[in-house]
């Protein structure tokens, strides 16, 4: 591009040449730019790292057009810089380039509300666009903003259809979406979409209508079958994902697979490990084959070990692998060749399925596990000293998830699973996060699963932990004071005590210290679940101290309206809050008019909120969507469930 | 243990339902929001309008928050885990009668065989692999899913424990024969 002579390659935490761009904006590579002027650019992110930039000397500057940017003079919002008064040319080229390194959706909204060439410039130059809530803003007003639009994530229903609280038939439906992207975006290539309704016809509309269809990621939705997933194998000639977990779908055979056509090579990510049904392992091992790209391969459980071996041959190069069932009598040949193909596999950073995990076989991952980062060992279901013996494998890991069974009646309860987790605690260092999954959450007779000790374990050793979910029988407040004390750094903290009020189990009190120690110490909290005994106590010290907090998860909790007013009030971060049969009445509701807007969503059931409370609500705040969901029995005061989302639109229109 | 939270909610005055609108999959109104227990004894009275017949368990709806995908597969698993036991008949050379031992209570051989040596008051003796029982007064075998008889200890317990139908407790002069190669 034509620049002055003069540019500055600034290179933070990163010695690769190529423009390193993560979540935050931090690392940026700048080139070809005057730097003057991207100084500006950066400055008002407010990103500290890019203020460093300042610093940097420059040998030529851009010449200004003072012709342009006239209207930056009537910027939407006065920054605090006092530059900004004074007219800033700013060339296009220049901005557009920065902005094409910039991917972060938040720090783009910062930047189109500069002014108005700044807006239209990022809107322009977006290409993928993140939509937290489908009912927040109309496929139209959208399509209408962003005329580039390759990628699209979309999240529709709240949080708690996962729990069946919502009622079927509730909407997020693609279809709508669909129709306009068709006219609006024809080369759209991904969509990835979570918590939504998706039907066959949908997919079908999807790999017939998008020639360049490349990706296509569905989280937690419902309404297909696999004659959908046929549609998409026959039709996107350029697929390079499919991946497919937890929906709530018909699974008509496997025959699904088979229509990927044999000149199909492009798939990079293949993810069918939530299906049942056999596939035709010739077409899988023959797809794996000829796709030299694979990198995530994720299987179901009808694949065996002997045919994971066949698979791992053909693909030594996946990153990521979800193996089929993980038990099977074993020649010592097969076992042999299993072993050395895991040993040949030397990129694998994630391993997860393992069903029915046969701890005899586990050994064959030794050889592939001193470089898993992330283990899901959610259906493997291994108990403690498997585990144990398996994560002493895993020095460099991150990420772990798992739920241990307990199998025979004659062990040790209360300390068993636990040995597990302090295991991890000693052989894990690294350990960032942490999902432990309940023994069996419906068994009542089992009293035991993993306890405190077990947490407070895991804290010792990983001094990293940021994030935790945390399933357990049995918690008490000097064991959390702990644990934050040994971790100060969490940014997710869900801890679920299973039995709902349950006290601290050593003092029988509440458990408001607990999460008061959690949102004193931990500064950066962004989402936390609270669970046990709560008094109003707990809301105190959330409203008072979770500054930094955006997400917040409330059940069988809080004393009075005041608990869920100091929320409203004190946390300036919110943007959603779930709440389920809590004593918070329509005074509560009320108290966070204000706050609505700037919230993302806000979920109310089997609180104490009555049908005009909605109402005024509703009256007060029109620009908010509404919406009351009523049992059919109860009586015409009481409104069950209500769901809040801020909108640009007036009504949320029906299926 | 439970907590009785019913009347600090005042639940009563707002009669307040679980339950999905409408919704067939549901046909039990729960009128009782907390999880409870088959094994209490509904001593309090706001349980009183529940089933409270076992098998079912009553829970309070989308409680404990967890998916149902992944509560299929724990619960599946769990159940085949758990299943009957591995019950298999043992006979001893000379006894009258025969007797059964469930092979998953126990995780290894000499759990087993100090088991069985109780059950029958007799020596078994220390396994070797090039010597089998050789020296003792019996030796372990069993039946395999082959219908092969094999001596006891030769492969590994898992693998042992899935494959074995049945247990002979051999005299040791009759053993002789399985502990060659």
Same mark, same amino acid.
């Given at each position: 591009?034509?620049?002055?002579?003069?540019?500055?390659?600034?290179?933070?935490?990163?010695?690769?040449?190529?423009?390193?761009?993560?979540?935050?904006?931090?690392?940026?590579?700048?080139?070809?730019?005057?730097?003057?002027?991207?100084?500006?650019?950066?400055?008002?992110?407010?990103?500290?790292?890019?203020?460093?930039?300042?610093? =940097?000397?420059?040998?030529?500057?851009?010449?200004?057009?003072?012709?342009?940017?006239?209207?930056?003079?009537?910027?939407?919002?006065?920054?605090?810089?006092?530059?900004?008064?004074?007219?800033?040319?700013?060339?296009?080229?220049?901005?557009?380039?920065?902005?094409?390194?910039?991917?972060?959706?938040?720090?783009?909204?910062?930047?189109? +509300?500069?002014?108005?060439?700044?807006?239209?410039?990022?809107?322009?130059?977006?290409?993928?666009?993140?939509?937290?809530?489908?009912?927040?803003?109309?496929?139209?007003?959208?399509?209408?903003?962003?005329?580039?639009?390759?990628?699209?994530? +979309?999240?529709?229903?709240?949080?708690?259809?996962?729990?069946?609280?919502?009622?079927?038939?509730?909407?997020?439906?693609?279809?709508?979406?669909?129709?306009?992207?068709?006219?609006?975006?024809?080369?759209?290539?991904?969509? *990835?979409?979570?918590?939504?309704?998706?039907?066959?016809?949908?997919?079908?509309?999807?790999?017939?209508?998008?020639?360049?269809?490349?990706?296509?990621?569905?989280?937690?939705?419902?309404?297909?079958?696999?004659?959908?997933?046929?549609?998409?194998?026959?039709?996107?000639?350029?697929?390079?994902?499919?991946?497919?977990?937890?929906?709530?779908?018909?699974? =008509?055979?496997?025959?699904?697979?088979?229509?990927?056509?044999?000149?199909?090579?492009?798939?990079?990510?293949?993810?069918?490990?939530?299906?049942?049904?056999?596939?035709?392992?010739?077409?899988?091992?023959?797809?794996?084959? *000829?796709?030299?790209?694979?990198?995530?391969?994720?299987?179901?459980?009808?694949?065996?070990?002997?045919?994971?071996?066949?698979?791992?041959?053909?693909?030594?190069?996946?990153?990521?692998? @979800?193996?089929?069932?993980?038990?099977?009598?074993?020649?010592?040949?097969?076992?042999?060749?299993?072993?050395?193909?895991?040993?040949?596999?030397?990129?694998?950073?994630?391993?997860?399925?393992?069903?029915?995990?046969?701890?005899?076989?586990?050994?064959?991952?030794?050889?592939?596990?001193?470089?898993?980062?992330?283990?899901?060992?959610?259906?493997?279901?291994?108990?403690?000293?498997?585990?144990?013996?398996?994560?002493?494998?895993?020095?460099?890991?991150?990420?772990?998830?798992?739920?241990?069974?307990?199998?025979?009646?004659?062990?040790?309860?209360?300390?068993?699973?636990?040995?597990?987790?302090?295991?991890?605690?000693?052989?894990?260092?690294?350990?960032?996060?942490?999902?432990?999954?309940?023994?069996?959450?419906?068994?009542?007779?089992?009293?035991?699963?993993?306890?405190?000790? @077990?947490?407070?374990?895991?804290?010792?050793?990983?001094?990293?932990?940021?994030?935790?979910?945390?399933?357990?029988?049995?918690?008490?407040?000097?064991?959390?004071?702990?644990?934050?004390?040994?971790?100060?750094?969490?940014?997710?903290?869900?801890?679920?005590?299973?039995?709902?009020?349950?006290?601290?189990? +050593?003092?029988?009190?509440?458990?408001?210290?607990?999460?008061?120690?959690?949102?004193?110490?931990?500064?950066?909290?962004?989402?936390?679940?609270?669970?046990?005994?709560?008094?109003?106590?707990?809301?105190?010290?959330?409203?008072?101290?979770?500054?930094?907090?955006?997400?917040?998860?409330?059940?069988?909790?809080?004393?009075?309206?005041?608990?869920?007013?100091?929320?409203?009030?004190?946390?300036?971060?919110?943007?959603?809050?779930?709440?389920?049969?809590?004593?918070?009445?329509?005074?509560? =509701?009320?108290?966070? +008019?204000?706050?609505?807007?700037?919230?993302?969503?806000?979920?109310?059931?089997?609180?104490?909120?009555?049908?005009?409370?909605?109402?005024?609500?509703?009256?007060?705040?029109?620009?908010?969507?509404?919406?009351?969901?009523?049992?059919?029995?109860?009586?015409?005061?009481?409104?069950?469930?209500?769901?809040?989302?801020?909108?640009?639109?007036?009504?949320?229109?029906?299926? | 243990?439970?907590?009785?939270?019913?009347?600090?909610?005042?639940?009563?005055?707002?009669?307040?339902?679980?339950?999905?609108? @409408?919704?067939?999959?549901?046909?039990?109104?729960?009128?009782?929001?907390?999880?409870?227990?088959?094994?209490?004894?509904?001593?309090?009275?706001?349980?009183?309008?529940?089933?409270?017949?076992?098998?079912?368990?009553?829970?309070?709806?989308?409680?404990?928050?967890?998916?149902?995908?992944?509560?299929?597969?724990?619960?599946?698993?769990?159940?085949?885990?758990?299943?009957?036991?591995?019950?298999?008949?043992?006979?001893?050379?000379?006894?009258?009668?025969?007797?059964?031992?469930?092979?998953?209570?126990?995780?290894?051989?000499?759990?087993?065989?100090?088991?069985?040596?109780?059950?029958?008051?007799?020596?078994?003796?220390?396994?070797?692999?090039?010597?089998?029982?050789? @020296?003792?007064?019996?030796?372990?075998?069993?039946?395999?899913?082959?219908?092969?008889?094999?001596?006891?200890?030769?492969?590994?317990?898992?693998?042992?424990?899935?494959?074995?139908?049945?247990?002979?407790?051999?005299?040791?002069?009759?053993?002789?024969?399985?502990?060659?190669?």
């Amino acid at each position: 591009m034509a620049m002055g002579k003069g540019y500055a390659r600034a290179y933070y935490g990163t010695e690769h040449a190529t423009a390193v761009q993560r979540k935050s904006s931090a690392h940026l590579l700048i080139s070809g730019v005057s730097n003057a002027y991207t100084l500006e650019v950066l400055r008002v992110f407010g990103n500290p790292i890019l203020q460093v930039l300042k610093g =940097l000397s420059f040998e030529s500057a851009m010449v200004p057009d003072p012709k342009r940017c006239n209207s930056c003079k009537d910027s939407a919002s006065s920054r605090d810089s006092p530059e900004w008064t004074r007219p800033s040319p700013f060339p296009d080229e220049v901005l557009d380039r920065v902005l094409s390194l910039m991917e972060s959706h938040k720090d783009r909204s910062s930047v189109s +509300l500069v002014c108005k060439d700044w807006y239209n410039a990022e809107r322009w130059s977006r290409s993928h666009v993140f939509i937290g809530n489908c009912y927040s803003v109309s496929p139209e007003i959208v399509a209408r903003r962003f005329p580039n639009i390759r990628s699209v994530t +979309l999240k529709g229903k709240p949080r708690f259809s996962d729990f069946n609280l919502v009622p079927q038939n509730w909407g997020a439906d693609i279809c709508s979406w669909l129709a306009v992207f068709a006219a609006a975006y024809p080369f759209l290539e991904e969509l *990835r979409l979570k918590r939504m309704a998706v039907s066959d016809e949908s997919l079908e509309f999807i790999a017939t209508s998008f020639p360049c269809f490349k990706s296509l990621s569905l989280l937690s939705c419902d309404g297909f079958s696999t004659d959908g997933l046929k549609s998409m194998a026959s039709h996107c000639k350029n697929l390079t994902e499919l991946d497919l977990q937890e929906n709530v779908m018909d699974d =008509l055979g496997g025959g699904w697979l088979s229509c990927f056509p044999e000149n199909f090579v492009t798939l990079e990510v293949l993810n069918f490990a939530s299906l049942n049904s056999d596939v035709s392992f010739d077409a899988l091992e023959a797809l794996v084959t *000829r796709c030299k790209s694979l990198r995530v391969l994720k299987v179901n459980k009808t694949i065996t070990l002997e045919q994971l071996q066949r698979l791992l041959v053909r693909a030594p190069q996946l990153v990521e692998l @979800g193996t089929g069932s993980f038990q099977q009598d074993l020649m010592p040949r097969v076992y042999a060749e299993l072993e050395s193909a895991f040993n040949n596999c030397k990129n694998l950073h994630t391993l997860s399925g393992l069903w029915e995990a046969n701890f005899l076989y586990l050994p064959v991952l030794y050889v592939a596990s001193a470089g898993l980062t992330f283990l899901n060992l959610s259906y493997a279901c291994l108990r403690s000293n498997e585990l144990a013996n398996l994560v002493a494998h895993c020095p460099s890991l991150r990420r772990l998830w798992f739920a241990v069974i307990i199998v025979s009646k004659t062990e040790v309860l209360d300390t068993v699973e636990d040995k597990g987790l302090e295991a991890v605690g000693s052989s894990c260092p690294l350990l960032e996060e942490l999902r432990v999954f309940p023994a069996d959450p419906f068994d009542q007779d089992i009293v035991h699963g993993v306890t405190e000790s @077990g947490f407070v374990a895991v804290s010792r050793g990983c001094r990293r932990l940021h994030y935790v979910l945390y399933f357990c029988r049995q918690m008490s407040n000097a064991a959390v004071a702990t644990i934050v004390q040994n971790c100060p750094d969490f940014t997710h903290f869900r801890l679920c005590i299973m039995n709902p009020g349950q006290p601290d189990y +050593l003092t029988n009190e509440p458990m408001d210290e607990a999460f008061g120690a959690v949102v004193k110490t931990c500064t950066k909290l962004q989402r936390l679940a609270v669970s046990g005994l709560l008094t109003d106590l707990t809301f105190e010290y959330i409203g008072k101290y979770a500054k930094n907090l955006e997400t917040l998860s409330v059940a069988f909790a809080g004393s009075s309206d005041l608990g869920m007013q100091c929320v409203l009030g004190g946390c300036t971060k919110l943007r959603k809050l779930e709440i389920r049969d809590c004593p918070f009445g329509n005074a509560a =509701l009320l108290s966070g +008019l204000e706050k609505y807007e700037s919230m993302r969503s806000l979920w109310m059931s089997a609180c104490n909120v009555t049908m005009n409370g909605c109402r005024l609500l509703a009256k007060e705040m029109p620009r908010l969507n509404v919406e009351v969901m009523k049992d059919d029995e109860s009586d015409d005061s009481q409104a069950d469930k209500i769901l809040k989302i801020a909108s640009l639109e007036t009504a949320r229109k029906q299926m | 243990m439970e907590m009785e939270r019913q009347n600090d909610l005042n639940l009563k005055a707002t009669e307040l339902r679980l339950g999905l609108p @409408g919704s067939d999959e549901q046909p039990e109104k729960r009128n009782n929001k907390r999880a409870s227990s088959e094994m209490d004894n509904s001593s309090d009275g706001e349980k009183g309008d529940q089933e409270c017949a076992p098998p079912t368990k009553t829970q309070v709806v989308g409680w404990p928050p967890i998916r149902s995908y992944r509560k299929n597969v724990i619960h599946a698993k769990k159940t085949e885990a758990d299943a009957a036991g591995m019950y298999v008949k043992v006979s001893m050379d000379g006894a009258p009668y025969l007797r059964k031992v469930d092979l998953k209570v126990y995780k290894s051989y000499p759990e087993l065989l100090k088991a069985l040596q109780n059950m029958f008051k007799c020596t078994i003796g220390v396994y070797s692999e090039r010597e089998g029982y050789n @020296g003792s007064e019996f030796a372990p075998t069993y039946e395999d899913k082959d219908g092969d008889w094999m001596l006891v200890g030769d492969v590994p317990w898992e693998m042992f424990s899935t494959s074995c139908k049945r247990l002979r407790i051999m005299k040791g002069s009759e053993a002789k024969g399985l502990g060659c190669l």
